[in-house]
């Protein structure tokens, strides 16, 4: 694997090394590549991160510092390199990562305290980083993944065979660069499946120039007359984006609610300082029949598309 150093701006940072306040949430990613059958698990990959991401807010001009703390958990020594990439969601959600320089790429702002590590068995470090956006940087979202990757190991077992094991973790970091904000607008409202069970969804837009995510609670009540509170996931829209949130039955100890259409939805979602009201209504899904040999499979949705939402709509 080829890391693009050459591009990044490193340098050794003095002992000053207060943590920014910043907001530490939501999106978490880690890839993590075994080489090796599953019964070797416990002698590969042997780091723990924390915080997993960063939310922290810049001003141009000025540096920013914060810390990873880096738990090496295993009975040997190991070592680890750390560099930048640039990510991005693909179309599953999930977080692609890159290590050429995309196009306004804020990974030339970024200082890492080191690139190589070595721990000792059980060790603990805090491992710094320094954001400093330019004088002329405009208000936007800068957004980079710091990659602690395990050295590749050798593991040998009884026999004559060998494996290679190794593994990364990307920490990710949005970095709010002046007053950058996001503005999120539900714009579709459906059912879909989520982890088996038939959900509402709503599809949000974001039309700021930071990524958002909706939180808060909201109230709905089902064919059967109970009363569930719904939360929506807590997974990042990116600026010009648009993804499908669920809206997730949080009924304590109870993880399996099946829902009774037709349902009713009402309460606020929030985001930030901001929030919305919603008073929906979701039908039932519309049931799918056998294909005949001439016939196109149906899709594997659990109802129709998301509906347009307009003044009295009916969610279905």
Not at 128 to 155: H, K, N, T, Y
Not at 189 to 202: K, R, Y
Not at 215 to 221: E, P
Not at 280 to 304: C, H, I, M, Q
């Amino acid at each position: 694997m080829t890391i693009l150093a050459n591009k990044i701006k490193f340098r050794t940072m003095g002992s000053q090394a207060n943590p920014v306040g910043g907001l530490v949430c939501a999106l978490v990613c880690a890839i993590t590549t075994l080489c090796a059958p599953s019964a070797l698990h416990a002698q590969g990959f042997s780091a723990v991160i924390s915080p997993p991401r960063f939310e922290v807010a810049v001003q141009p001009g000025k540096t920013v510092r914060q810390v990873i703390e880096i738990t090496h958990v295993a009975n040997r020594a190991g070592k680890y390199r750390v560099y930048t990439n640039d990510w991005s969601l693909g179309p599953d959600g999930n977080a692609v990562f890159s290590e050429e320089l995309a196009p306004n790429s804020c990974r030339p702002w970024v200082a890492l305290e080191r690139r190589d590590l070595s721990l000792d068995a059980n060790a603990k470090i805090r491992f710094r980083f320094e954001i400093s956006p330019p004088a002329d940087a405009v208000s936007a979202e800068c957004r980079f993944a710091i990659m602690i990757e395990g050295l590749e190991q050798v593991i040998k077992t009884e026999g004559a065979l060998s494996f290679p094991v190794s593994g990364r973790i990307g920490v990710i970091v949005y970095a709010i660069v002046g007053d950058a904000r996001p503005k999120l607008e539900i714009s579709h409202a459906g059912t879909g499946l989520s982890e088996g069970v038939v959900v509402p969804q709503l599809q949000v837009r974001n039309t700021g120039n930071a990524h958002g995510r909706l939180g808060g609670f909201v109230t709905g009540m089902d064919a059967q007359g109970r009363q569930i509170d719904f939360v929506p996931e807590a997974l990042p829209i990116l600026p010009g984006q648009s993804r499908v949130i669920a809206l997730i039955p949080n009924v304590p100890g109870n993880d399996a609610v099946k829902l009774t259409y037709p349902l009713t939805v009402k309460g606020n979602l929030e985001w930030g300082d901001q929030k919305t009201g919603i008073d929906l209504r979701f039908e039932a899904p519309v049931a799918k029949t056998a294909p005949t040999p001439t016939s196109t499979p149906p899709a594997s949705k659990a109802g129709p598309p998301l509906v347009p939402l307009v003044p009295g709509t009916t969610a279905k």
